[in-house]
């Protein structure tokens, strides 16, 4: 699953656990945000393929952020990476040069951590993540059977170092007592500088096709990440809000869910070299707008 093609494909797959929108065909192309510019009091930026690319940033995006905000536009980051809390957040986007005060940045890490409930949880986390914002008891998960049978839920932050070995444990744990997951990244795949790394999402909905019914999404296209946002803009209408993204089932999908105007970019992100009008015809999700870089 290493082609934009059969991450579409996947995607497709998989779209009956996402939120359902009505059919799209109708898009039109600017050449920059700045042509939409009056039609938003909020732009919502993805960041992998939209800002950067692995570690590095896209050329431009820093620049246009600000000439956003200097049209007095308001400016979120809403990323389904949670390998990171807040702080690491910010730092992340300060270290690639981008200019971002850390009310703008809206993870799904974020909405995942409020719905675990009391107990022992196992955490599949990148090895640097020291967890230092979760409350409840949690536990490492390595290659210890026992430890995965001990615990009473599971949060999937990070697919850091998680193997097909690991992958079959948990499976095998949750086939003899089936407990809640967590996915605290519902993205299948993210564009790195060499390719694409596989993603909490993808792991997660290997447990679903395997009948396990306690497995739960978080980040987009599922809509707390998307909540979060809005509350953090009052009184600004849906349709006054534009997400920018370059995937149609994350980005695009669950910002049509929630009545927000989107924007498919094209250049950097799992589309790049792809013609997307094939992959919007057969989804049957349109972006209100397209470009190539924003």
């Not at 979120?76 to 300060?94: E, P």
């Not at 605290?184 to 909490?200: C, H, I, K, Q, T």
């Not at 980005?251 to 094209?266: E, F, K, N, S």
Request: hydrophobic letters at 40%.
């Amino acid at each position: 699953m290493q082609s934009a093609p059969a991450i579409f494909d996947r995607y497709e797959e998989v779209r009956p656990r996402f939120p359902t929108v009505p059919s799209r065909s109708q898009t039109k192309e600017i050449s920059s945000l700045i042509d939409i510019a009056d039609e938003a009091s909020a732009f919502v930026f993805d960041a992998f393929g939209v800002l950067n690319v692995g570690e590095t940033l896209i050329e431009g995006a820093d620049l246009r952020l600000e000439q956003l905000r200097a049209l007095e536009c308001q400016i979120r980051i809403l990323t389904n990476a949670a390998s990171y809390d807040r702080d690491g957040a910010v730092a992340k986007f300060q270290k690639l040069g981008i200019s971002v005060f850390e009310e703008e940045i809206i993870t799904s890490r974020d909405a995942t951590l409020p719905c675990q409930t009391p107990g022992t949880w196992g955490a599949i986390a990148a090895p640097e993540d020291e967890m230092a914002d979760i409350t409840c008891d949690v536990r490492r998960l390595g290659d210890d059977p026992e430890v995965y049978d001990q615990v009473s839920g599971f949060l999937f932050l990070s697919s850091s170092g998680w193997t097909n070995a690991r992958q079959a444990l948990l499976e095998t744990s949750l086939l003899k007592r089936d407990r809640p997951v967590l996915i605290a990244n519902a993205d299948l795949v993210a564009p790195r500088d060499d390719g694409f790394s596989l993603e909490p999402g993808h792991y997660g909905h290997l447990l679903v096709d395997r009948g396990l019914k306690q497995v739960r999404f978080f980040g987009k296209p599922f809509p707390e990440v998307y909540q979060l946002v809005e509350r953090s803009l009052p009184d600004i209408p849906a349709d006054r809000i534009i997400m920018c993204g370059d995937t149609l089932h994350t980005d695009i999908l669950g910002a049509i869910a929630r009545g927000w105007r989107a924007v498919l970019v094209t250049q950097d992100g799992l589309f790049a070299g792809h013609d997307t009008d094939e992959f919007c015809a057969k989804s049957k999700l349109a972006p209100d707008w397209h470009l190539a870089r924003i």
